[in-house]
């Protein structure tokens, strides 16, 4: 009798883990078929006219794709997958909060604005909307493309060498670029009271965005060199364990 009753449950529960897998396999490979495009469409408008216009190039593709992260977050309440709810909330509400609450809110001259970091006669190094597009796009495709093959149930080693070794470069220049678009954007918003709550209210309540933001950027500065020497930490324990596995 036990045996008959177990059976259903087992097929059940090898069912329930097959349609998940899938679905976890459709939305990571959409994802990195959503990124690749925005790289397509930064790099073309970056080659035609520079990095300044790539924003207003690709912001219909960035909202999709950037906003469908909510779900990472949908999956981890959900147990779906095992990452931990509150770190992934807060990464992906750091991105969120870039693009809708910075970018999206702010006039057209702020996000095409960037920092010359160097410039001569034949070099120029700036951080921009373009720079921060094309590290979070290359991020994302990574990233994405690491989830999907573990769905299928192995991950190619030059996959798994770019999920660990690609931030070394692309998160600085995109947590670099993220600040700029900030900082760009402060005055404005600072000017005209955007998202501001002020009293008297039914709430009874006070809200003053620019100094969220303030409050928002100063906690962030100090996360990025622990987040940092925390994901390099990770990359040499993963990495050295398969050098020795090879």
């Known amino acids: 009798r036990n ?13 329930m883990g097959f349609l998940k897998s899938a679905y976890l396999l459709a939305y990571n490979i959409s994802l990195v078929i959503g990124w690749s495009y ?10 035609a006219n520079g990095p300044l216009g790539v924003f207003i190039a690709v912001r219909k593709s960035l909202e999709i794709a950037q906003t469908a992260a909510v779900l990472e977050v949908v999956h981890s309440a959900l147990g779906v997958v095992r990452s931990p709810v509150v770190t ?3 990464q992906v509400v750091s991105r969120i909060a870039i693009l ?13 604005a960037e920092i010359v970091l160097y410039n001569d006669a034949s070099v120029k190094v700036a951080l921009s909307t373009g720079t921060m597009i094309v590290a979070w796009s290359l991020s ?37 670029s993220e600040l700029t678009m900030i900082y760009c954007g402060m005055p404005h918003m600072k000017n005209n009271g955007m998202y501001d709550l002020v009293m008297p209210n039914a709430f009874n309540f006070a809200f003053n965005y620019y100094i969220a933001l303030l409050i928002g950027t100063s906690v962030y500065l100090p996360g990025f060199p622990k987040l940092y020497f925390y994901m390099l930490a990770q990359r040499k324990k993963v990495l050295a364990a398969k050098s020795k596995v090879a």
């Not at 009753?5 to 069912?15: E, G, H, I, N």
Request: net charge neutral; glycine share 6%.
């Open 3 to 15: 045996s008959l009753l177990t059976s259903p449950l087992v097929q059940l529960s090898a069912r």
């Open 38 to 47: 925005i790289l397509f469409e930064a790099v073309i408008e970056w080659k």
């Open 88 to 90: 992934t909330f807060l």
């Open 100 to 112: 809708w609450g910075v970018l999206i809110a702010i006039p057209f001259d702020s996000r095409t």
């Open 140 to 176: 994302e495709i990574i990233r994405y493309s690491f989830y999907a093959f573990k769905e299928l149930g192995f991950v190619p080693y030059p996959v798994e060498w770019l999920r660990y070794s690609g931030f070394v470069v692309l998160y600085p220049i995109g947590v670099a």
